[in-house]
């Protein structure tokens, strides 16, 4: 399957072999994990309950979302505007250039079209209707951050590719030119060709892997963005870790911070942050605007859809954290302040249990599929 994507091989191996985190079969992470992230005793969820799950990891309904094509046309006041597009795909626009993370407009995160968690809320606007991009940036190569038929898409146009080490492999194998493609190891700092806009790769706390046999085998990474006058700081996704105190030593102070909330479990505690490690590793970056990102778009773990979001916003301290909650699709500038308006909760907030049947279909495949697909695959 296509969609698995390819090994590195050749010189972007020996690129591998060479990093830190290499321990002579895979990568790891190099960096302490600080006590008590993992509850060791919790039980890893399992494929059928992703699968065939309480309704409530669900909105009844489509989420309300803004359609940014007009705001688009002009340029922000501030010179920097963030349009959340779903996930952990956001546009930014920083100092006259254009930045896309993580695109994903395919309905599946998952290498299957009928397996796998579905999108429940669509993208506000089609790949056609983007402007112009001056670099897509790509975090790791996990199936909600690295899409195979959005990439297919995207090897259509010229624009240039930013992505941690390995994951190049995948990106050739779908058409995107070697020319177009940067990989950075840790600490790498990339100029865009033709911009005043920087792109360098952090450490992040995760893992990687698309398959059942190339777990660790390409890099993760946090991602920093910096043009003339502004900067921001997008992690991927990544349990807390103390490399963030020197992420800011190194590449602060960031005016928009994009933190993963979504898709967290008791026994992920060391791979993804949830909404109170989030505000830890905020304050370890050194503040800055706070745009939660990685939740409201697929079901990736066993908790309500809008768990992480509402405990987010109950546990920040409004006099500490500037909590920047755009709707879908609204362009909005960090800069600018505004209240926190809770525009998810329309309606009732979830569907009763005996209102959703699981898929038929997807629940076969997950009877027979139980026990050999490696999950999380976010």
């Given at each position: 399957?296509?969609?698995?994507?390819?090994?590195?091989?050749?010189?972007?191996?020996?690129?591998?072999?060479?990093?830190?985190?290499?321990?002579g079969?895979?990568?790891r992470?190099?960096h302490?994990?600080?006590?008590?992230?993992?509850d060791?005793?919790?039980?890893?969820?399992?494929?059928?309950?992703?699968?065939?799950?309480d309704a409530?990891?669900?909105?009844?309904?489509?989420?309300p979302?803004?359609?940014?094509?007009?705001?688009?046309?002009?340029?922000?006041a501030?010179?920097?505007?963030?349009?959340?597009?779903?996930?952990?795909?956001?546009?930014?626009?920083?100092?006259?250039?254009?930045?896309?993370?993580?695109?994903v407009?395919?309905?599946?995160?998952?290498?299957?079209?009928?397996?796998?968690?579905k999108?429940?809320?669509?993208?506000?606007?089609?790949?056609r209707?983007l402007?112009?991009i001056?670099?897509?940036v790509?975090?790791h190569?996990?199936?909600?951050h690295?899409?195979?038929?959005?990439?297919?898409?995207?090897?259509?146009s010229d624009?240039?590719f930013?992505?941690?080490?390995?994951?190049?492999?995948?990106?050739?194998?779908?058409?995107?030119?070697?020319?177009?493609?940067t990989?950075?190891?840790?600490?790498?700092?990339?100029r865009?060709?033709?911009?005043?806009?920087d792109?360098?790769?952090?450490p992040?706390?995760?893992?990687?892997?698309?398959?059942?046999?190339d777990r660790?085998?390409?890099?993760?990474?946090?991602?920093?963005?910096?043009?003339?006058r502004?900067?921001?700081?997008?992690?991927?996704?990544?349990?807390?870790t103390?490399?963030?105190?020197?992420?800011?030593?190194?590449?602060?102070?960031?005016d928009?911070?994009?933190l993963?909330?979504?898709?967290?479990?008791?026994?992920?505690?060391?791979?993804?942050l949830?909404?109170?490690?989030?505000?830890?590793?905020?304050e370890?970056?050194?503040?800055?605007?706070?745009?939660?990102?990685?939740?409201?778009?697929f079901?990736?773990?066993?908790?309500a859809?809008?768990?992480?979001?509402?405990?987010?916003?109950?546990?920040?301290d409004?006099?500490?954290t500037?909590?920047?909650?755009p709707q879908l699709?609204?362009?909005?500038?960090?800069?600018?302040?505004?209240?926190?308006?809770p525009?998810w909760?329309?309606?009732?907030?979830?569907?009763?249990?005996?209102d959703?049947?699981?898929?038929?279909?997807?629940?076969?495949g997950?009877?027979?599929?139980?026990?050999?697909?490696?999950w999380?695959?976010?």
């Amino acid at each position: 399957m296509r969609s698995f994507g390819k090994p590195a091989q050749g010189e972007r191996l020996e690129r591998l072999h060479d990093l830190p985190q290499w321990d002579g079969e895979r990568l790891r992470n190099i960096h302490p994990v600080l006590p008590g992230l993992r509850d060791a005793s919790a039980p890893k969820p399992t494929l059928r309950d992703f699968v065939c799950g309480d309704a409530d990891r669900t909105p009844p309904a489509p989420l309300p979302a803004d359609d940014p094509r007009s705001a688009w046309l002009k340029p922000p006041a501030s010179g920097l505007r963030a349009t959340w597009l779903g996930h952990s795909t956001v546009l930014l626009e920083i100092d006259g250039w254009r930045v896309l993370t993580d695109p994903v407009w395919g309905q599946r995160a998952s290498p299957f079209t009928l397996l796998g968690p579905k999108r429940f809320q669509p993208v506000p606007v089609s790949l056609r209707d983007l402007p112009a991009i001056d670099a897509v940036v790509i975090s790791h190569d996990h199936y909600d951050h690295l899409d195979y038929p959005t990439i297919r898409a995207l090897a259509k146009s010229d624009v240039p590719f930013v992505t941690s080490l390995g994951v190049g492999a995948h990106l050739e194998a779908w058409g995107i030119a070697p020319s177009r493609i940067t990989e950075l190891a840790w600490w790498q700092t990339h100029r865009v060709p033709g911009t005043g806009l920087d792109i360098t790769a952090a450490p992040s706390q995760h893992f990687s892997g698309r398959g059942l046999k190339d777990r660790n085998l390409t890099l993760w990474s946090s991602l920093v963005m910096q043009g003339e006058r502004h900067s921001v700081f997008f992690s991927g996704d990544t349990g807390l870790t103390n490399e963030y105190e020197n992420i800011r030593d190194r590449l602060g102070p960031f005016d928009l911070v994009m933190l993963e909330v979504g898709a967290f479990h008791p026994s992920w505690g060391d791979i993804h942050l949830g909404p109170a490690n989030a505000l830890l590793a905020h304050e370890m970056l050194g503040g800055g605007v706070l745009m939660p990102v990685h939740w409201g778009t697929f079901a990736l773990s066993t908790h309500a859809w809008d768990e992480p979001v509402e405990t987010l916003l109950s546990l920040a301290d409004p006099q500490r954290t500037h909590l920047l909650l755009p709707q879908l699709g609204e362009a909005v500038e960090p800069v600018q302040p505004r209240p926190v308006t809770p525009w998810w909760r329309g309606g009732e907030r979830t569907a009763r249990k005996h209102d959703i049947e699981p898929d038929p279909v997807e629940a076969a495949g997950a009877d027979r599929l139980a026990g050999s697909v490696p999950w999380p695959l976010d």
